[in-house]
Each structure stands twice: as structure tokens, then as C-alpha cells.
């Protein structure tokens, strides 16, 4: 098993674009988590899902969504980007909802916004 | 509200010294307080967590939660060590985490 993948690896948007993020979990896993990393700072939460349906959300604004597919694949999407989403964005996945479980992270996407 | 406090942004030691990573934390209640680690090109990982109070690659961290610290050692630094340093939180449950801002480590021969 690769481990999480996350796809792509880089990005470059502008200012007002919209940009899809996509994360593959651990086989058998059924949980994903995302989160934000700005650089200096550690990674900050944004979603969970677990069996398809949101079980968490963090402190992000609604131009931020994101959805899990039957395979447990999951895709965040950020609408009207701005200059101050420039991130590190990280998918987290565990074979279970809780705290708990272990979460295994992706390499992350890294994505600049001009 | 939930918080991680790492003070130090840097943290450079000689080969063969002691090594202690400060992790301060806000919480009403009892967290779980983990340790997480990234190596140069590599994904974040767990190292360990208060929990399974295992010593993974010679390292240990204490629960004080009269000081609510989670403080991780390691009496001997090797160069291998060299990394960013991430000290975590979560509640009960199903909870995020919550990082602090991270230590980079640079052990030094």
C-alpha cells in the first residue's frame, strides 16, 4: 500500500479561481480528515468524513467543501480563492471516526495562489 | 478553547546531548496529547502518543496535567533526529487535531 495519496502534488491558481484537491485513503480506511497548513505554522483542521457523511468542520469559511465518494476517496474544493489560501493542504485517513484511531497524512498538496 | 503551545520555533543541540521538545496545552477536560514528527521530504508522522506511554526511537513523552504539559525527551540526540517537531491534541471521541505551531530540531555533530 502507497500509504494516503493526494493528487496534485503542486498547483498554481490566481486570485477568484477554484481549485479540487484529491485524496485517496489507506485501503480499508473509512475516514478522511483535511487540513490547512500555512507555512511556519502546524496543520490546522478543516474537514472530517467518515462513511461518506461530515462528522466534523473547522473554522473555515463556506468557500471551503468537501465530499467523500463510495470508495472512500474524498475531494475538497475552495471557491473564490484568495492570496491568503496559499497552503499546504494535507489528507489524513484512519480506519475509524475516533481520536483513537491512528491518522496516517498524505504528502500534501501544495497549492499558491497569485 | 482548545490550544497547543509550542515555544520554541527552534531547537539546535550537539550530537549525544540531552533533547527536550517544550508542549504546552488548553483544555477543558482530558485530551489525548500526541507527538507527531516530519523528516526532510517526508510525511508527517506519528511518533508517539500519552496513551501507549511507548519510547519510539528513544524518545518519551510525560503527561503533567497539574502543568498541562506534554513535554518529549530524549537523553542522547543523534543526527537522525534532525526534524520538525509537531505537538498535538484531540478530545474523546471523534474530535480533530489540534497542532501546535512546531520545533524544528537540528542535531549537530
Known amino acids: 500500500d502507497a500509504g494516503v495519496t493526494q493528487s496534485p502534488t503542486h498547483l498554481i491558481k490566481t486570485r477568484g479561481q477554484h481549485v479540487t484537491l484529491r485524496c485517496s485513503p489507506i485501503s480499508g480506511h473509512k475516514s478522511v480528515s483535511w487540513y490547512q497548513q500555512v507555512l511556519g505554522q502546524g496543520p490546522q483542521f478543516i474537514f472530517q468524513y467518515y462513511e461518506k457523511e461530515e462528522r466534523g468542520r473547522g473554522n473555515f469559511p463556506d468557500r471551503f467543501s468537501a465530499r467523500q465518494f463510495p470508495n472512500y476517496s474524498s475531494e475538497l474544493n475552495v471557491n473564490a480563492l484568495l492570496l491568503g489560501d496559499s497552503a499546504l493542504y494535507l489528507c489524513a485517513s484512519r480506519d475509524g471516526p475516533n481520536s483513537y484511531n491512528e491518522q496516517f497524512f498524505g504528502p500534501g498538496t501544495r497549492l499558491t495562489v497569485l | ?109
Request: aromatic letters at 12%; charged letters at 20%; hydrophobic letters at 35%.
Open chain 2, 1 to 109: 478553547a482548545q490550544r497547543v503551545t509550542q515555544p520554541e520555533k527552534l531547537l539546535s543541540v550537539f550530537k549525544g546531548a540531552p533533547v527536550e521538545l517544550k508542549c504546552n496545552y488548553s483544555y477543558s477536560g482530558s485530551p489525548e496529547l500526541f507527538w507527531y514528527v516530519q523528516y526532510s521530504r517526508q510525511r508527517l508522522q506519528l511518533l508517539l502518543r500519552h496513551i501507549s506511554r511507548e519510547s519510539i526511537k528513544g524518545f518519551t513523552a510525560d503527561l503533567n496535567k497539574g502543568e498541562t504539559s506534554f513535554h518529549l525527551k530524549k537523553p542522547f540526540a543523534q543526527e537522525e533526529d534532525s526534524a520538525m517537531y509537531y505537538c498535538a491534541l484531540s478530545g474523546p471521541g471523534n474530535t480533530p487535531l489540534v497542532f501546535g505551531k512546531g520545533t524544528r530540531l537540528s542535531v549537530i555533530a
